[in-house]
Every structure is written in C-alpha cells, then in structure tokens.
C-alpha cells in the first residue's frame, strides 16, 4: 500500500521539473494526479501507473494566472472524484535583475505566477477542505523567500509573500483537519536553473554533454555542504511525507531543502 492511496491530488505546474517529481511520486503512492500547467502535461500523465481501482492520473492546460480557469480545475477535480485531498502550488517564474532595473512588467508578471495564482488556488481549494474536514495544501516557495539576494529582489518578495500566506492559512484551517505547509526549494537540477554569474545553465550542460552537477562544481563546493544539486524526486520525498497521514502535526512551517545551502556564504 502506498502512503497515498485514495487520495486525489492537484500539482500545478507538473510538466516538468520540480511539479513532475512531485506528480511522479505522488502516483506511484497510490493518489491520482491531475497534472496542471500551460505546457502539455499529457506524456507525463500517461507515463502514471494506473490504480488498482483502474483511475488514471490526467493533465489538464492551465494558466495559474486565471482565477477562474483555476477554480474550474479544482471544482472539476473534485466533481470528478468526490473530493480534492491534496493541493500543491508549484507553478513558478522568476527573472535575474537587479530591483533598479526592474519593470512593472516583470514585477506584476513574478506576483502573477508566484503570489496571487497561489493565493486564488488556496482560497477554491481551502473551502472544499474545510468541508470535507481533511486537506493537504502544499506550496512551494524558496529559500529567496527567507532572505534577500541580489538581483532576485522581486522574486524574493514574490516568495516572501507566500510564506506568509500559507502560515495565516496554516492557523485558519488547522482545526478543519487541514495543514498548509511550504517547501523552499535551493538550487535544483531543472529547467529553471538559469546561467547567472557566468555558471552555464542546465540546457547549456546538457548541450555540451556535462553532466549539470560537474558544470556547477564550483558552486556547489562553495555553497552546498551535500555536494550536488536537488533533485525533482527530492521535492516529491518531501512533499509525499507532508501530504501523507505522518505529516499531519508539521502544519504553518517553511521546511528548507536546500542540501545545506546558505546564499551569503
């Protein structure tokens, strides 16, 4: 039996990444996945194991930005299966700049995405829950959103924010049976991993056929005491524990998976 079985979940941002190895593990835990992004999700989708009950795990297009496409997904969900156990936000942008060269574009753009596409997903799902008297709502913030970085000023603020939401919503919903928690994310081997200072990004390795741990070596001897780089199956570990029956008592916390990394050392 695995620690999510009869449970239905909602990752967004599940294309790739960090949201896919959070879907991959949610799947083979016994939960079926509804895998929302603005990209295709639908090989992923298809590549999760069937549950013996014969529910298939799905993709659905979607732009977190939308209120109301993103209530649709999560009415749907829970229409289709009866309820929404499990909510993880993990859509995501950011841009390098430094806060004097920032746009209003590029400010709205990161809140968009990072700050209020969380807050509408919390609000839809956090009523279903508070109905059914048990959910798991999961958001992925960063460690920028615990201190501030040059040239990550807005991103930071974006994170910032959403750790602090989900502490509110953490004390609102907790005696409704349902915990709020965060993951803050530190350097990861995804397709987010981005060149900055003068680092190649995690496209550039794979073109030049160097393995992204090797490429970033000298970073990662600095900063990051496990000496490699996250993983999206990291993500999914974490957040499977924090969805499941033994991660019912961590509620409102803001757990690094960092490997140890410290941003001003």
Not at 81 to 103: C, F, K, P, Q, W
Not at 179 to 190: E, K, L, R, V, W
């Amino acid at each position: 039996m695995g620690r999510l079985d009869g449970k239905t979940a909602l990752v967004t941002g599940a294309a790739q990444g960090l949201g896919e190895g959070i879907a991959r593990r949610f799947a083979s835990e016994g939960a079926v996945v509804v895998l929302a992004d603005r990209l295709d999700a639908g090989p992923v989708a298809a590549s999760l194991p069937v549950r013996s009950d014969g529910r298939k795990s799905r993709a659905v297009q979607l732009d977190v930005t939308d209120k109301d496409a993103v209530e649709a997904a999560i009415a749907s969900v829970a229409a289709e299966h009866g309820r929404l156990d499990i909510l993880v936000n993990n859509a995501s942008t950011y841009r390098v700049a430094d806060i004097v060269a920032e746009t209003d574009e590029s400010f709205h753009a990161q809140f968009a995405v990072n700050t209020y596409s969380v807050f509408v997903a919390c609000r839809a799902a956090g009523r279903l829950m508070k109905q059914q008297r048990w959910g798991r709502i999961i958001n992925t913030a960063s460690q920028l959103g615990k201190v501030g970085r040059a040239s990550y000023g807005l991103y930071s603020a974006s994170k910032g924010a959403v750790i602090l939401m989900t502490q509110a919503l953490a004390l609102e919903l907790g005696p409704y049976g349902v915990t709020a928690n965060c993951i803050c994310p530190g350097s990861m081997a995804t397709a987010l991993l981005s060149d900055a200072n003068g680092r190649p990004g995690l496209q550039v390795a794979a073109e030049l056929g160097v393995d992204v741990n090797t490429a970033f070596a000298d970073y990662i001897n600095a900063k990051i005491p496990v000496g490699r780089l996250g993983e999206p199956a990291d993500m999914g570990s974490l957040a499977t524990w924090l969805a499941s029956d033994e991660g019912g008592f961590m509620t409102g916390s803001a757990v690094n998976l960092t490997g140890g990394e410290q941003v001003f050392f």
